[in-house]
C-alpha cells in the first residue's frame, strides 16, 4: 500500500491549495442548502469528514475534484477490506463516465491517470478487496486500454 500512496502523493503535488467547493458546500446543495463558505477547522481532509459530506462529490466542480481526487485514492486504498464506506462507493461512482462538463477527467495529467487506474486495478483485483465489482466497472467503462466509453 505504501507504494500506491507514495505514487498518489508524487502524481498530485501541484494540486489547488484548497477547493473552491468543498465536499460540505456540495453536501449543503443535494440538501437544497445554501453552500457554507470554506472554514479551514471545519473542511479539513479526514476520514470522518469524507463520511459525513460524501453526497457533496456530485456538486464538486472540476477544479474542487482535482483537489480531493488524492485523498478520495487514499481513502480507498485505505478503506478496501471495508465495503461499508459510502465515501468510496460515492467516489467510484464519480470514476465512472460520462465525464462532466466541464471534464474532470481530461483535467488529469498522464501521471494522475496512471495513480487513478493504479488504485482502481489494486481495488478491482485484490482478493481482500470489498470494492471488486465497483472498480471493476470503472476500469471497464473509461480507465482500462480499449474502455468502452473511452
Same mark, same amino acid.
Given at each position: 500500500?505504501?507504494?500506491?500512496?507514495?505514487?498518489?502523493?508524487?502524481?498530485?503535488?501541484?494540486?489547488?491549495? @484548497?477547493? &473552491?467547493?468543498?465536499?460540505?458546500?456540495?453536501?449543503?446543495?443535494?440538501?437544497? *442548502?445554501?453552500?457554507? $463558505?470554506?472554514?479551514?477547522?471545519?473542511?479539513?481532509?479526514?476520514?470522518?469528514?469524507?463520511?459525513?459530506?460524501?453526497?457533496?462529490?456530485?456538486?464538486? $466542480?472540476?477544479?474542487?475534484?482535482? #483537489?480531493?481526487?488524492?485523498? #478520495?485514492?487514499?481513502?480507498?486504498?485505505?478503506? @478496501?477490506?471495508?465495503?461499508?464506506?459510502?465515501?468510496?462507493?460515492?467516489?467510484?461512482?464519480?470514476?465512472?463516465?460520462?465525464?462532466?462538463?466541464?471534464?474532470?477527467?481530461?483535467?488529469?495529467?498522464?501521471?494522475? *491517470?496512471?495513480?487513478?487506474?493504479?488504485?482502481?486495478?489494486?481495488?478491482?483485483?485484490? &482478493?481482500?478487496?470489498?470494492?471488486?465489482?465497483?472498480?471493476?466497472?470503472?476500469?471497464?467503462?473509461?480507465?482500462?486500454?480499449?474502455?468502452?466509453?473511452?
Amino acid at each position: 500500500m505504501e507504494t500506491g500512496v507514495a505514487q498518489i502523493d508524487h502524481a498530485f503535488r501541484d494540486v489547488p491549495k @484548497r477547493p &473552491s467547493i468543498t465536499l460540505r458546500a456540495g453536501n449543503a446543495l443535494d440538501g437544497y *442548502e445554501s453552500p457554507p $463558505d470554506f472554514d479551514p477547522a471545519v473542511d479539513g481532509v479526514s476520514p470522518e469528514y469524507f463520511e459525513t459530506y460524501f453526497w457533496g462529490i456530485s456538486y464538486l $466542480d472540476p477544479q474542487s475534484w482535482l #483537489f480531493y481526487l488524492p485523498h #478520495f485514492l487514499k481513502c480507498a486504498l485505505a478503506c @478496501r477490506n471495508d465495503g461499508r464506506s459510502n465515501l468510496v462507493n460515492a467516489f467510484l461512482g464519480s470514476l465512472r463516465p460520462p465525464d462532466r462538463n466541464p471534464p474532470r477527467f481530461g483535467l488529469l495529467t498522464a501521471e494522475q *491517470e496512471q495513480a487513478v487506474v493504479a488504485v482502481l486495478d489494486e481495488l478491482a483485483f485484490s &482478493s481482500e478487496s470489498m470494492w471488486r465489482d465497483e472498480a471493476m466497472s470503472a476500469l471497464e467503462e473509461y480507465w482500462a486500454p480499449g474502455a468502452t466509453y473511452r
